[in-house]
C-alpha cells in the first residue's frame, strides 16, 4: 500500500470552475500535509501546507484536512489555464525524518 | 533572492561512467535531500541530510553516494552509471524559520545514461 495516494488524473475542468484534488495517507501519525505544484518539466513548488483539522486558504486555493478519514484535498477556485500542471501531494509523519510524496494528479483546465 | 541551483541542468553520460551532480543553496537551511523522479513513480528519496555530519540513506540509495562539503552544498555521485539511472534528479532544502518539512526545490538536472 502507498502511504500517499493520489488519483493520477488527468482532471479536466473548464475555465473559471472549482478544481477539487483528493489525496489519502496510510500513516495515522502523519502530522503535516504539503501539496506542491508541478509543471511539465520543471521543479515542483510548494503552493499549502496545513497541520490542523479544518480548512487553510490562501487565495484562490483551500487545503482541506481530515485526519478521522486521513484524507487531504485541495480546492482550486476560479480555475485558470495556468492552474494546468501536477499536483503533489505530501505528508510527514512524527515517527520518521522524511515527507513521503504521491505520484500527482494532472490537472487540465480547459478555456 | 534566497535560491536552490543545480548544475549540470542536462548530462547525458554513457554506461560504466562516473558522474557528479552539484546543488547549492542560499537559504541558510541545514536540511538538504536528493530526489530522482520517474514517470509514474512520483518523486523518490535517494539520500538526505540534516547537517554538514548527518548523512542518511532513503529508499533508493543503491548506486549512489553523496557529499554534504558544507552547510549549503551537497552532491550526488554515480560510481557507475546505468540506463535505469535515466531520470530528472532533484535537490531540495528544508528548515529555517518555517515548517522544517517545508520543502524546496532547485530546477532539476535531466540524466540520461546511454
Known amino acids: 500500500q502507498k502511504e500517499v495516494e493520489q488519483n493520477s488524473g488527468p482532471l479536466s475542468v473548464p475555465e473559471g470552475a472549482i478544481a477539487s484534488l483528493n489525496c489519502t495517507y496510510s500513516?495515522?501519525?502523519?502530522?503535516?500535509f504539503f501539496w506542491y505544484r508541478q509543471y511539465s518539466g520543471k521543479s515542483p513548488e510548494l503552493i499549502m501546507s496545513?497541520?490542523?483539522?479544518g480548512d487553510k486558504e490562501d487565495g484562490r486555493f483551500t487545503a482541506q484536512l481530515n485526519k478521522a478519514s486521513q484524507y487531504v484535498s485541495l480546492l482550486i477556485r476560479d480555475s485558470q489555464p495556468s492552474d494546468s500542471a501536477t499536483y503533489l501531494c505530501?505528508?510527514?509523519?512524527?515517527?520518521?525524518?522524511?515527507?513521503?510524496f504521491g505520484t500527482g494528479t494532472k490537472l487540465q483546465v480547459i478555456p | 533572492d534566497a535560491d536552490v541551483t543545480q548544475t549540470p541542468r542536462n548530462r547525458i553520460t554513457k554506461t560504466g561512467k562516473r558522474i557528479m551532480l552539484e546543488c547549492s543553496q542560499t537559504?541558510?537551511?541545514?536540511?538538504m535531500y536528493w530526489y530522482r523522479q520517474d514517470p509514474g513513480l512520483g518523486l523518490r528519496l535517494i539520500y538526505y541530510?540534516?547537517?554538514?555530519?548527518?548523512?542518511n540513506k532513503g529508499e533508493i540509495s543503491d548506486g549512489y553516494s553523496v557529499s554534504r562539503q558544507a552547510q549549503a552544498k551537497f552532491s550526488l555521485s554515480l560510481e557507475s552509471a546505468i540506463p535505469n539511472q535515466t531520470a530528472l534528479y532533484f535537490c531540495?532544502?528544508?528548515?529555517?524559520?518555517?515548517?522544517?518539512?517545508?520543502?524546496?526545490f532547485g530546477p532539476g538536472t535531466r540524466l540520461t545514461v546511454l
Open positions: 531540495a532544502t528544508s528548515g529555517g524559520s518555517g515548517n522544517i518539512y517545508e520543502q524546496f
Open positions: 500513516d495515522r501519525v502523519s502530522q503535516s
Open positions: 496545513i497541520y490542523s483539522n
Open positions: 505530501a505528508a510527514h509523519s512524527g515517527g520518521y525524518q522524511k515527507v513521503t
Open positions: 537559504k541558510g537551511h541545514d536540511r
Open positions: 541530510s540534516f547537517d554538514v555530519k548527518d548523512i
